[in-house]
């Protein structure tokens, strides 16, 4: 996206160049890592069937990988999720990723099927394919989105991010070029439910490629050692910090909250980047995208770039001492006070209230 | 070996204002950095250089101050910056802005070969991470995005190993020269800049780039002419349908309130109650 371009007010009457009009469906890249599909494909799959139902057009998967059930079974799932039909290339090659042959793969399905939207995952996998398909195929890309819809108007794709700095959000639009491309990133869409009677074709095309005039190899693969690493998008309870936290001495009572409620640590940016919290906990558009049951925000003032990564959460409880804090716009509940007294009544009183049931269960 | 690296001047993020009444970005009084990641970019080269000895040329495409970001880069140790500014450039999106560095690095391969180019991540601005893999693209370079570190670098057999940030675990990829690197975060550390360095960067003929020097010729490619996206609306997120429901006792004791608190979600949210229940 352009953040220099200037806003365009008001709806403009717009044709699609005749060239383009052939362009139809919808299209979602299947991303996978070790015979694991990543659960942002299937949360694009719900997404892309409501955008593919508006349009009254087919919702496709594609699936890149190396022959065999796995793969095949990746198609299958994405029958299950949503999608009406798979684009398949299966060949050696395609094992790991690389950027190369996906970027092959991904293009010539694309210029040879032309579908009018195509979806990726915001992940390290997902952004290094997207930036290469729209540089080759010269088409707009936006990416790390967090709303998608189709204007009504002229069909086009219009997909909403947060903007430069503070509080506000942008629509962006990609007019006269196709496909259309866009990046989310993972739990920012709901999960869809999955329906194993569900069936679709699957189209299978070849890579057209031999190894020995690629030029990147994978040598070896590290997985990450899990059991340290915060797992906050999947945390059911998380309670999070800001710059409202002033010290981070202070910060130990949000930690103490989160020991009574088993729950995971978040921080707002500032927090971050001030070296109270690790990287890994940020929350927000260049952090984590998380949806727990509960999310309690202390000391955060609620700008875009921190609620696009926690306003999905079922409960919002907010503790901020300003009562025009924009947080209270969208948190379920609020408490209005001093983050430094409230959070230790919280903790106590969860505490005995969980004490309690416990002695009555 | 000769390294381009790509830095992008933008303003500190963390001071940035919304003005609360026009919903405008309020930039006056904001300082300009180089884009934090970058720096992670031009250390990573500065490390190679120290091993291997070569040239470091920075660029930029930006407005004229963008001239400090450059000059900031060779206190820190770069030979050569050059600042690529015109109007023509001006609302470009991650296609156009790849297409004209692309453009500026071709050019400046005449000259001299250029073996690895480097990039952040991602700007805290456009925040896209598209620009890199983009420019890899169009100068047919070999990809390397989301580096945590370079395991290896072979001059005379012209190869590389790095280690890639993968989705659960970490790639161990080897690719030959040219190269292009997008930089994680974290990964190393600025080094100071030296007082010679500091004196020479503020002396150094900076070159100033137009986009006639660029090597652009098809001016549809670039700017916002060049820009297939289009930003049709900004506006200020909207309250949920309802506010949140704010807590208020009598007593105004913190003790109460998260009394109240608890009695009020156990209600609406018994998803709530009965997952704290059940890790007890
Ligand atoms: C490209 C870009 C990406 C970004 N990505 C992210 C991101 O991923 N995540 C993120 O969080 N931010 C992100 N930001 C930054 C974001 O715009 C905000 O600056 C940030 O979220 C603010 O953090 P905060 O709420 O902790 O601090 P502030 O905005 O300073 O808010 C502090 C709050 O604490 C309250 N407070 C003060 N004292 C007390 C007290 N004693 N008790 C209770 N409350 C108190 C204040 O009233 C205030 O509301 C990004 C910005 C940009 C430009
Ligand atoms: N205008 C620019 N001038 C030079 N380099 C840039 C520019 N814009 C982006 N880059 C480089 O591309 C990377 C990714 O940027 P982005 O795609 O905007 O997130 C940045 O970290 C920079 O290294």
Same mark, same amino acid.
Request: aromatic share 8%.
């Given at each position: 996206m352009s953040e220099t371009a200037p806003a365009r007010k008001g709806k403009r009457k717009f044709e699609l160049d005749p060239r383009l009009a052939g362009y139809k469906g919808v299209w979602v890249f299947i991303e996978h890592e070790r015979g694991r599909v990543h659960p942002v494909s299937w949360e694009l799959l719900g997404e892309g069937r409501k955008?593919?139902?508006?349009?009254?057009?087919?919702?496709?998967?594609?699936?890149? *990988?190396?022959? *065999?059930?796995?793969?095949?079974?990746?198609?299958?799932?994405?029958?299950?999720?949503?999608?009406?039909?798979?684009?398949?290339?299966?060949?050696?090659?395609?094992?790991?990723?690389? @950027?190369?042959p996906f970027t092959k793969g991904m293009t010539d399905l694309v210029n040879a099927h032309q579908p009018e939207i195509l979806l990726l995952g915001a992940t390290t996998q997902g952004r290094d394919l997207a930036g290469s398909v729209a540089t080759t195929l010269q088409t707009g890309l936006t990416a790390d989105c967090t709303g998608l819809t189709i204007d009504p108007d002229n069909r086009s794709l219009a997909a909403t991010r &947060?903007?430069?700095?503070?509080?506000?959000?942008?629509?962006?639009?990609?007019?006269?070029?196709? &496909?259309?491309?866009?990046? #989310?990133?993972?739990?920012?869409?709901?999960? &869809?439910?999955?329906?194993?009677?569900?069936?679709?074709?699957?189209v299978e095309h070849p890579l057209n490629m031999v190894e020995a005039n690629i030029i990147t190899k994978v040598l070896e693969y590290i997985p990450d050692a899990?059991?340290?690493?915060? +797992?906050?998008?999947?945390?059911?309870?998380?309670?999070? *910090?800001?710059?409202?936290?002033?010290?981070?001495? @202070?910060? +130990?009572?949000?930690?103490?909250?989160?020991? #009574?409620?088993?729950?995971e640590v978040g921080a707002s940016r500032p927090v971050v980047q001030a070296g109270w919290a690790d990287l890994?906990?940020?929350?927000? +558009?260049?952090g984590k995208t998380v949806r727990p049951k509960l999310y309690i925000a202390a000391g955060i003032s609620g700008a875009i770039q921190h609620r696009v990564g926690m306003e999905a959460s079922d409960c919002i409880v907010a503790i901020n001492n300003d009562p025009n804090a924009p947080i209270f716009d969208f948190a379920t509940f609020g408490i209005v006070g001093n983050a430094m007294h409230i959070l230790p009544a919280l903790t106590e009183t969860f505490r005995q209230q969980l004490a309690t049931t416990k002695i009555a269960s | 070996m000769h390294i381009v690296v790509c830095i992008k001047q933008v303003p500190d993020s963390a001071q940035i204002r919304v003005h609360p009444v026009t919903n405008t970005i309020m930039r006056q009084g904001v300082p300009a950095i180089i884009n934090p990641y970058d720096l992670f970019a031009l250390e990573e080269a500065l490390r190679l250089k120290d091993k291997f000895g070569g040239t470091i040329t920075v660029i930029t495409m930006g407005p004229p101050q963008a001239e400090a970001a450059l000059r900031k880069a060779l206190s820190f140790g770069a030979d050569d910056a050059i600042l690529v500014t015109d109007r023509a450039f001006a609302g470009a999106d991650t296609l156009a802005t790849s297409c004209a560095l692309a453009s500026v690095i071709r050019q400046i391969q005449n000259n001299m070969p250029v073996d690895m180019v480097f990039t952040g991540k991602q700007t805290i601005d456009g925040d896209t991470a598209q620009v890199g893999p983009g420019v890899a693209k169009r100068l047919g370079l070999q990809l390397l995005s989301y580096v945590s570190r370079i395991a290896a670098v072979d001059v005379e057999q012209r190869e590389i190993v790095v280690q890639r940030r993968a989705e659960g675990g970490v790639q161990v990829l080897k690719t030959a020269l040219p190269?292009?690197?997008?930089?994680? /975060? !974290?990964?190393? /550390?600025?080094?100071?800049?030296?007082?010679?360095?500091?004196?020479?960067?503020?002396?150094?003929?900076?070159?100033?780039?137009?986009?006639?020097?660029? !090597?652009? /010729?098809?001016?549809?490619?670039?700017g916002l002419k060049g820009s297939p996206t289009v930003v049709s609306k900004v506006f200020a997120p909207t309250p949920k349908s309802a506010r949140a429901e704010i807590i208020a006792v009598e007593s105004g004791e913190p003790k109460d309130m998260a009394v109240t608190l608890l009695a009020k979600m156990f209600t609406r949210f018994p998803q709530i109650e009965k997952q704290l229940t059940q890790q007890a």
């Open positions: 955008l593919a139902d508006m349009l009254g057009v087919a919702l496709s998967g594609v699936v890149l *990988g190396e022959p *065999g059930a796995t793969t095949r079974n990746f198609c299958e799932e994405a029958f299950y999720h949503g999608a009406d039909r798979c684009y398949l290339i299966e060949d050696d090659i395609l094992k790991d990723y690389r @950027n190369e &947060p903007t430069f700095g503070g509080s506000l959000l942008c629509t962006i639009v990609t007019l006269n070029y196709r &496909p259309q491309m866009a990046t #989310v990133r993972p739990r920012v869409m709901a999960m &869809p439910a999955r329906d194993e009677s569900r069936r679709g074709a699957i899990m059991q340290d690493k915060p +797992q906050l998008p999947f945390a059911d309870i998380i309670v999070s *910090g800001g710059r409202g936290m002033k010290k981070p001495e @202070n910060f +130990q009572l949000i930690w103490d909250l989160a020991q #009574v409620l088993g729950a890994e906990r940020q929350v927000g +558009q260049s | 190269c292009l690197v997008t930089m994680l /975060e !974290g990964t190393n /550390e600025m080094r100071f800049a030296t007082m010679p360095n500091m004196f020479r960067a503020a002396r150094h003929p900076l070159k100033v780039w137009d986009k006639d020097a660029a !090597g652009i /010729e098809d001016m549809t490619k670039i």
